[in-house]
């Protein structure tokens, strides 16, 4: 069944974000829930021209990718009637029309205890998109994202909020691409010298 043929026979709907959606939604929703999906991993394989980056240098983010042995932790969001197409043509245009993902149906499994599994749609860049970088090293994704901005920010606010929601709310989870992903570029601020690699990130993220 399609995303939107389920969509169509509910009156509340979970919204699965593992990217910039985890700290910016930016659209009404009821309650959100920490929580994973399986069968997929978290990779900044994907390009932003617009948000994140530009043309010339578009910017990483994250995307999914299919890998039967992991799971990736985020945050869904749940909307109810009116939420759900208002949601959705925001979510269209952020994710589909200027980031270029698709939509997918997944189980999302909550965090917390006693909470059983439900569905929740995700968007998801794929490889056949123009937009997508794919694979490369951490050092030089790391090196991208260090000098890339765009319309919401510098590409090291996106790698930091996003490192920065794991320990705080999956501090057990060992995200080991973001996490090898930050510490790179912490060494290319070290490396620099001058100002302390936190400091800097804060300046960015600050100044975005």
């Known amino acids: 069944m399609k995303p939107q043929d389920i969509i169509r026979e509910k009156n509340h709907l979970w919204i699965f974000g593992y990217g910039s959606l985890v700290w910016k939604p930016d659209f009404a929703y009821k309650r959100s829930k920490v929580g994973f999906i399986r069968g997929y991993k978290r990779r900044f394989w994907h ?29 869904a969001y749940e909307v109810s009637d009116s939420q759900i197409e208002e949601s959705l043509q925001y979510l269209n245009m952020r994710e589909a029309v200027l980031g270029g993902y698709t939509t997918e149906m997944v189980e999302f499994i909550p965090k917390e205890k006693g909470q059983g599994a439900m569905l929740a749609l995700v968007y998801i860049a794929t490889s056949d998109n123009p937009a997508y970088l794919g694979p490369a090293s951490d ?8 000098v890339c901005r765009g319309n919401t920010g510098h ?17 057990e989870v060992e995200d080991e691409h973001l996490f090898s992903i930050e510490a790179a570029l912490l060494n290319i601020f070290h490396d620099r010298g001058g100002i302390k690699p936190l400091d800097q990130m804060s300046l960015l993220v600050g100044a975005s």
């Open 47 to 75: 390009g932003d021209d617009f948000y994140r980056g530009d043309k010339e240098r578009p910017g990483r983010v994250a995307t999914l990718v299919e890998d039967q042995e992991a799971c990736t932790w985020g945050v």
């Open 155 to 171: 590409n090291i606010e996106y790698l930091v909020r996003l490192a920065e929601f794991m320990r705080l709310y999956c501090p």
């Open 139 to 146: 050092k030089e994704i790391a090196a991208q994202i260090a």
